[in-house]
């Protein structure tokens, strides 16, 4: 029986998340703190925005967002080459950009999964850096808006 429509945009979105992430492994080769960053903060935003029901175009942005959120320089410019270069379209390939490029910017989040990619960094981010549970606390109060990032968030640090 062929598979379902919904099967088939899940693997190619799965394999397109596939081609980029070993391309961000070879992109960070020999710097296991950044490969092991955005691992986190794509394993954390993937599911967030599974369980958010994002649709698989936002959720198809979010990973690739994701993944490809700490390359360094001129992040639209390199993050569009890496994206065109694993077979993306132009179309996300902008999308996904506005993104990366708008990664720390809390006041022009226009979309959800923009929101969940900001939620999910801030996570795997206060982790890293060991911030004090006050500051943790107001930060969510003032910028987590997701039901599922705020489960997340209580859960790693016990809030």
Not at 65 to 91: F, P, Q, R
Not at 92 to 99: E, N, S
Request: hydrophobic share 40%.
């Amino acid at each position: 029986m062929p598979d379902s429509i919904d099967e088939l945009a899940k693997r190619r979105r799965a394999e397109s998340v596939n081609r980029v992430a070993m391309e961000m492994k070879r992109y960070h080769r020999g710097d296991l703190e950044k490969v092991q960053h955005f691992v986190r903060v794509y394993t954390l935003a993937k599911s967030i925005g599974e369980l958010e029901k994002l649709t698989e175009e936002e959720q198809l942005d979010l990973e690739l967002a994701a993944l490809t959120h700490s390359v360094e320089g001129d992040k639209v410019k390199e993050v569009k080459a890496i994206l065109l270069d694993c077979g993306l379209n132009d179309a996300i390939a902008m999308r996904v950009c506005h993104m990366v490029e708008n990664a720390h910017n809390y006041e022009h989040i226009a979309t959800l999964d923009h929101q969940i990619l900001l939620e999910a960094m801030m996570i795997v981010e206060f982790k890293e850096k060991n911030t004090p549970e006050d500051e943790i606390v107001r930060f969510a109060e003032e910028r987590f808006i997701t039901n599922t990032g705020k489960l997340f968030l209580s859960r790693a640090f016990k809030l």
